[in-house]
């Protein structure tokens, strides 16, 4: 077993997080973090130059990503890692995802506008590296005065159960997960406690996802308690899926919740087979690593 740190769910500028992709490799390498997924929103045009620095860094980084599904109750995250190189037809799917982000922002900012917010689209742009999300919205809601901060923007405006609130579920869960298989990735299921199902119903739903194909359920994360790391992987095993872990680091300490600062601690909790496990099954994780 790897005597280093592995945290597969990260997020740089190239979506919503707060470090470029260098950064956040010289972040990971400085923290102990040997393998690295990074795993920005609907996009991996951010791999590239993550996998240079982590060349030179001796950070591993695995061809990452986070995608948006349709889900009654708001949104349903899958994560997944791909091979090298990833398919052409994968990456061609990713530029129509990266289209729709910028489809739902401008429709968020004419709500917003319709609500009369001071918003424009150019505050939005001027906030986004590359890739739009909700985050860009709340940050320039807080630039022109109305909101506090990202907090009070998604409370007042830009929340699931708000006015200007635009859905991203474009697409069904399970055509994901068929177009990750299809490109030889592997599938895990982001944030589980983010669906809000009651546990029966969450056995049901994630049975529905193992059947098309979902391969792990994100059971280790630091804003997990152990009693929720050990439900979950509980879970997981249930329907015969691998245990992953991640942070979802999106920045540094006191610009967001402290438990999700990349490699939080290491591999807390998770048990040695499960870890062996979920390594053997990820695209592109090295031989050595494996030992």
Same mark, same amino acid.
């Given at each position: 077993?790897?005597?280093?740190?592995?945290?597969?769910? /990260?997020?740089?500028?190239? /979506?919503?997080?707060?470090?470029?992709?260098?950064?956040?490799? %010289?972040?990971?390498?400085?923290?102990?973090?040997?393998?690295?997924?990074?795993?920005?929103?609907?996009?991996?045009?951010?791999?590239?130059?993550?996998?240079?620095?982590?060349?030179?860094?001796?950070?591993?980084? !695995?061809?990452?990503?986070?995608?948006?599904?349709?889900?009654?109750?708001?949104?349903?995250?899958? $994560?997944?890692?791909?091979?090298?190189?990833?398919?052409?037809?994968?990456?061609?799917?990713? @530029?129509?995802? +990266?289209?729709?982000?910028?489809?739902?922002?401008?429709?968020?900012?004419?709500?917003?506008?319709? %609500?009369?917010?001071?918003?424009?689209?150019?505050? *939005?742009?001027?906030?986004?590296?590359?890739?739009?999300?909700?985050?860009?919205?709340?940050?320039? !809601?807080?630039?022109?005065?109305?909101?506090?901060?990202?907090?009070?923007?998604?409370?007042?405006?830009?929340?699931?159960?708000?006015?200007?609130?635009?859905?991203?579920?474009?697409? +069904?869960? *399970?055509?994901?997960?068929?177009?990750?298989?299809?490109?030889?990735?592997?599938?895990?299921?982001?944030?589980? @406690?983010?669906?809000?199902? =009651? %546990?029966?119903?969450?056995?049901?739903?994630?049975?529905? #996802?193992?059947?098309?194909? #979902?391969?792990?359920?994100?059971?280790?994360?630091?804003?997990?308690?152990?009693?929720?790391?050990?439900?979950?992987?509980?879970?997981?095993?249930?329907?015969?899926? #691998?245990?992953?872990?991640?942070?979802?680091?999106?920045?540094?300490?006191?610009?967001?919740?402290?438990?999700?600062? $990349?490699?939080?601690?290491?591999?807390?909790?998770?048990? =040695?087979?499960?870890?062996?496990? #979920?390594? /053997?099954? !990820?695209?592109?994780?090295?031989?050595? !690593?494996?030992?």
């Amino acid at each position: 077993m790897p005597a280093l740190l592995i945290d597969l769910h /990260s997020h740089s500028t190239t /979506s919503d997080g707060k470090l470029s992709p260098t950064e956040l490799v %010289e972040l990971a390498a400085a923290r102990g973090v040997g393998l690295l997924g990074l795993t920005d929103h609907d996009t991996l045009r951010g791999i590239a130059e993550a996998q240079v620095a982590g060349a030179r860094l001796g950070v591993h980084v !695995l061809h990452g990503i986070e995608i948006s599904g349709r889900y009654p109750g708001g949104q349903c995250h899958l $994560l997944a890692w791909l091979p090298d190189p990833v398919p052409a037809k994968f990456v061609k799917w990713t @530029y129509v995802k +990266e289209q729709d982000r910028e489809v739902r922002a401008r429709a968020m900012v004419k709500r917003l506008q319709d %609500e009369r917010s001071k918003i424009t689209w150019d505050d *939005v742009r001027a906030r986004a590296a590359f890739n739009i999300g909700r985050p860009h919205v709340a940050d320039a !809601l807080v630039a022109v005065g109305d909101a506090e901060d990202r907090k009070d923007a998604f409370a007042k405006w830009i929340g699931n159960d708000c006015k200007s609130y635009v859905s991203s579920g474009k697409t +069904e869960p *399970v055509e994901v997960i068929c177009r990750v298989l299809e490109a030889g990735g592997l599938v895990s299921l982001a944030h589980p @406690y983010s669906l809000n199902l =009651e %546990e029966a119903a969450l056995d049901v739903y994630i049975q529905e #996802l193992a059947d098309a194909g #979902l391969g792990a359920i994100e059971a280790h994360r630091g804003d997990q308690d152990a009693a929720t790391q050990a439900d979950y992987s509980a879970l997981a095993r249930r329907h015969g899926l #691998l245990v992953s872990i991640g942070s979802d680091f999106h920045a540094l300490k006191g610009e967001t919740d402290r438990k999700r600062e $990349l490699g939080w601690g290491g591999n807390p909790g998770i048990a =040695e087979d499960d870890l062996a496990a #979920l390594l /053997s099954r !990820l695209p592109g994780v090295p031989a050595s !690593l494996l030992s």
